[in-house]
């Protein structure tokens, strides 16, 4: 990924920081805006995926954010993500005021912060939301990066306006804004300025490329906003379908559409998706909301063109988007209900959660998701499968949890099991494991019985544990490996 | 290690198991480096062999790679043959036999191969050639043990023969040439030189012929040395003309030493067994009705230990798979012991041969140049292993994920394929704007036709439906992409012109 969020680590910068001497007399803000930016210092604590029953690393970063209302202070998820303790500083001042998570988008990469105490603030500017800024004009980023403790201002021009990813979460892609403005690791949740305006949020960079920065413009911004009014936040709706680009003459005439460059082909619709049950695979896609759809899924927003998911971004959980569609031989105009697509989680990072597991005899099953992947690197075929068709093909109606075997705690009662880690848990004495809870319930019955046979997908043989001897071989394994608790079934 | 089909194979037990200790080697015999080698003999028994091998472009697959010379030994063994590794004729365009003193060149051919044993008989391509008149034929030894001095036959570039002695250390079953592939094997303990070639070497027992040495470890100065009971076997299979291999039965297997699996199978302390993870059902075992979950307890009454070694009279204690491949010919018989539920069954197995070719995804296509076709600027093939390979180093892991699938399960696929036709990429065309993002897909059916191999396909691209526009549809894809049969067929002239060779191949 060479994308990277724009936290600074707070064990590169803290120490370089306390080796530099302050000015006594600090000079003064050279402009009244730049006392509502703030430097956020946040103490983390990132959960173990490899050893889930430990505590986890504990650390912390530096990065900005900035005042948009009474006690409402905006910056990245990725700056307060896994937050144990958040402090806010303000330019000239050594106060430390402490901070809390209001709300936050993991999806978006974007959080809401109060203080405990706004008083303070209270005669701060309060920044204003702009529009989207016009390639080639000139914007301005402030916030705390790296290389001094102060608040940093850097100048460059809109390069890009484009759909990518959001690296925090990996699995989403938004609008972004491309400058070629210098913003660097303590950057992040720092305003980007235009005529006195937000334009949008410091967010990532590119470890590839020089002069390249990334801000979460301000729709993205607005939409977070708007989200988060009824108090909670309901996260982006997705149309949940998969498309072809209908650029073939051959197709075309195959599939009897005209010879208009419009209308890209369904191929794939996910089941309990927003079109469910709607959209077929083979259905011709060819307007929403008004807006014709091009052979290559385009659509024209505001003289531009861009991605027919466009439209769907900036609506909301309820809310409906109007398809036009063809199916066999009859066109449709529908009004398609949208909602989020809880399963896609699969794919995403996830933060503030605590890791799931079961220590059973020494063996430790946890529950495959993004993070457990990039910590084990799985490459078992079974895994690897059941992972990419999780969502496409619907897989999570019947499972649940896609259960991994990811270590072996030696141990006499499993000495002689080797090879079967990597591997996912098929049955229990003959049961389906469809979720981590299942597999609990498998292993932890009334009366153990005389052996426990546990099928993976994939392995020589099944595994064996006899019955009786399990509740001695955990407690041995708990005191050894010093496991204070043998499961976690709650996130 | 990964679950194959290879490992189906009888011999690739190894992989469903932890690879057991090796046998305890007795101590290493002194060995009197003074006494007389017999160099001089070994010079007039041992030829060079000159090889050019080229192979197919796996992403091209109309063209040919560029071609690569190798040079090693082979041993006479009759008046007109000689035998070396299969690994030096592989996919070879030119084969030289040249005598040690250089006076004397002649072109080969392969008489027999099998790639799986990594043995190869080479004969003259011209009966009438002279080349042997002074040779002189290698006996065959008496099978060679543990403990027992061989002597590896190097030649110089000066053509004097360079002959190094070492001792048998152990014998074990290896897999030398192609993976999986486990034939027993001496493993010899001598420190040979550089200078000269150290692979496909004539290695002698007494002054007689007791294997090829397929591989030299310098850093542990370790060779595999392709043991004489395999060698015997191949020189008398191919003695008729032709060749039938060695056998397999068809199983994966994995050790019972695990105590908890050992009481669960209720196996007592006086059996060992090897438990049956998977069977074959085209298999000699298949056959004889050997299931999964089976414990294997005794092939012709060689009892197997939980380890899955048997007590050999000659060799002590070896792999169990050396009871079958290499201890029997095809349409031999084996019986096997069996426990199941309980109970024990004496089950015969006739045995055969699990030919490569018969296999869903070929394990290797030596001397075959791959099948495929071009459509309009699609391009279709058969997926073998050797194509996966092409995926890099990694290919285990970056090879797409349905094509691997089908390499690791395809007993899910057999009954539908007799090879798997896949979209392996598209060669930008007029005919193929828009599908330039497609690859990697499992062909099922083309115009309604069900598409088993590439014959299939072309035949079903013949069958021009009615509107002129060929409907192709992929596995587990809702779409289909369509080819307009015109434009299809003048794209393919084109391609013709600008230098592709030939548009398919099903051979």
């Known amino acids: 990924m060479l994308l990277r969020t724009l936290a600074a680590i707070g064990a590169l910068v803290l120490p370089l920081a306390a080796q530099q001497a302050i000015p006594e007399n600090p000079a003064s803000a050279p402009s009244e805006v730049y006392r509502s930016v703030v430097r956020i210092e946040s103490a983390v604590q990132v959960p173990d995926y490899a050893m889930p029953w430990n505590s986890g690393r504990f650390g912390g970063g530096i990065g900005t954010g900035f005042v948009i209302g009474e006690n409402q202070i905006l910056t990245n998820a990725h700056v307060v993500s896994n937050a144990r303790r958040l402090l806010i500083t303000v330019h000239g001042s050594p106060k430390k005021y402490p901070a809390r998570v209001e709300h936050i988008a993991h999806d978006c990469d974007l959080a809401l912060l109060s203080v405990e105490d706004f008083s303070d603030f209270e005669d701060f500017p309060v920044f204003e939301i702009g529009g989207v ?25 809109v390069s890009r306006v484009d759909f990518s990813t959001y690296s925090h979460s990996r699995a989403d892609q938004h609008l972004v804004i491309q400058i070629d403005a210098a913003i660097n690791p303590g950057n992040s949740g720092g305003p980007v300025l235009q005529d006195g305006k937000v334009i949008g949020v410091a967010f990532q960079g590119r470890r590839d490329a020089d002069n390249t920065g990334y801000i979460i413009p301000t729709p993205v911004v607005r939409r977070f906003l708007t989200d988060i009014e009824d108090g909670r936040y309901d996260h982006y709706v997705d149309l949940a379908v998969s498309t072809f680009p209908l650029f073939n003459d051959a197709m075309r005439r195959a599939l009897r559409v005209p010879d208009d460059n419009l209308g890209v082909l369904v191929t794939g619709v996910v089941p309990e998706g927003s079109c469910h049950g709607i959209l077929q695979p083979g259905d011709i896609l060819t307007g929403i909301d008004g807006n014709p759809i091009d052979s290559a899924g385009q659509i024209l927003i505001d003289g531009a063109k861009v991605d027919l998911n466009e439209i769907v971004e900036r609506k909301f959980a309820g809310d409906t988007v109007e398809l036009r569609y063809r199916s066999g031989d009859t066109w449709h105009d529908r009004a398609v209900e949208l909602k989020p697509l809880p399963q896609n989680r699969m794919y995403a990072i996830q933060y503030e959660k605590q890791p799931r597991y079961i220590v059973f005899a020494g063996l430790v099953f946890q529950p495959l998701d993004t993070n457990l992947f990039a910590t084990a690197k799985f490459d078992d075929l079974h895994v690897r499968r059941l992972y990419e068709d999780y969502l496409s093909e619907g897989l999570f109606t019947e499972l649940e949890d896609i259960v991994v075997l990811t270590r072996i705690e030696s141990d006499p009662i499993n000495s002689q099991l080797s090879g079967f880690t990597g591997k996912v848990i098929d049955t229990v004495n003959g049961e389906k494991v469809t979720s981590l809870a299942r597999a609990h319930e498998l292993l932890h019955p009334e009366t153990p019985p005389e052996f426990f046979v546990i099928r993976l997908l994939g392995a020589s043989r099944p595994l064996i544990i006899p019955g009786t001897e399990v509740a001695a071989a955990n407690e041995r394994i708990q005191r050894t490996y010093a496991i204070d608790q043998l499961s976690n079934l709650e996130e | 290690m990964k679950a194959s089909p290879l490992l189906l194979l009888a011999s690739l037990a190894f992989t469903a198991c932890e690879r057991p200790p090796t046998v305890e080697s007795p101590p290493a015999p002194t060995i009197d480096v003074q006494e007389t080698v017999p160099a001089f003999e070994a010079a007039l028994s041992t030829v060079r062999v000159s090889s050019t091998r080229q192979d197919w472009n796996p992403r091209q697959p109309w063209e040919k790679n560029p071609p690569r010379k190798r040079r090693s030994l082979g041993a006479v063994v009759s008046d007109r043959h000689v035998v070396t590794t299969a690994e030096m004729v592989t996919d070879a365009t030119y084969l030289e036999l040249e005598t040690t003193d250089g006076l004397k060149l002649a072109q080969a051919k392969v008489d027999a191969v099998d790639y799986e044993a990594n043995l190869a008989l080479l004969t003259l391509e011209d009966p009438d050639d002279p080349f042997f008149e002074n040779l002189v034929p290698l006996e065959i030894a008496e099978a060679p043990t543990t403990g027992d001095v061989l002597d590896v036959v190097q030649v110089e570039n000066n053509g004097l023969p360079l002959v190094t002695r070492g001792p048998v250390q152990s ?17 010899v303990k001598a420190s040979m030189q ?29 060779s595999d040395v392709t043991a004489t009971p395999i060698l015997r076997r191949f020189l008398d299979d191919a003695a008729d003309g032709t060749y039938e291999g060695f056998p397999s039965l068809g199983v994966a297997t994995t050790s019972t030493d695990d105590s908890n699996f050992r009481a669960w199978l209720k196996l007592g302390d006086d059996h060992g067994g090897l438990y049956i993870s998977s069977v074959r059902d085209d298999s000699a075992a298949g ?11 005794a092939i012709d009454d060689r009892e197997i230990d939980r380890l899955g070694y048997y007590d050999d009279a000659r060799f ?17 018989a084996a ?13 015969t197995a006739e045995l055969e041969r699990l030919d490569a070719e018969d296999r869903l995804v070929p394990a290797y296509t030596y001397g075959t140049a791959p099948n495929f076709l071009i459509k309009g600027g699609l391009l279709f093939q058969e997926l073998t292993r050797p194509l996966l390979r092409s995926f890099g180093k990694d290919w285990q892991s970056r090879a797409p994920l349905d094509l691997l699938d089908v390499y690791e399960n395809p007993e899910d696929y057999e009954e539908r394929f007799d090879r798997v036709v896949f979209l392996s990429g598209v060669i930008a065309t007029p005919a193929t704007v828009g599908y330039e993002p497609l690859r990697n897909l ?22 021009v439906p009615g509107d002129g526009l060929h409907a192709i549809k992929f596995d587990d894809e809702d779409f289909t992409v369509y080819l307009d049969e015109p434009l299809a067929t003048a794209v393919d002239s084109q391609l013709l012109q600008r230098g ?5 191949r099903t051979e």
Do not use: C
């Open chain 2, 287 to 297: 056959k004889a009705g050997v299931r999964k979950g089976d414990v294997l307890l």
């Open chain 2, 335 to 347: 019986v096997l012991r069996v426990l199941r539920d309980g109970e024990i069954l004496e089950l």
């Open chain 2, 500 to 504: 592709l060779t030939r548009l398919s």
């Open chain 2, 194 to 222: 550089n200078s000269a070639s150290s692979f496909s070497l004539p290695v002698l027992h007494d002054g007689e012929l007791a294997g090829i040495l397929t591989n030299y470890n310098s850093d542990d100065q370790i």
């Open chain 2, 442 to 463: 499992i062909v099922t059916e083309v115009n309604g036709q069900p598409i088993r191999d590439m014959k299939s396909l072309v035949a079903a691209f013949g069958e």
């Open chain 2, 171 to 187: 014998i074990d079953v290896v897999a030398n040439f192609l993976p999986g592939q486990y034939f027993l094997t001496y493993e």
């Open chain 2, 316 to 332: 002590g204690r070896v792999f169990w798979s050396h009871l079958v491949r290499g201890s029997k010919g095809v349409n031999e």
């Open chain 1, 133 to 157: 800024p016009q390639l080639e004009s000139q914007v301005r980023v402030i916030g705390y990066p790296i290389g001094g403790q102060r608040l940093s201002v850097t100048r460059g021009v």
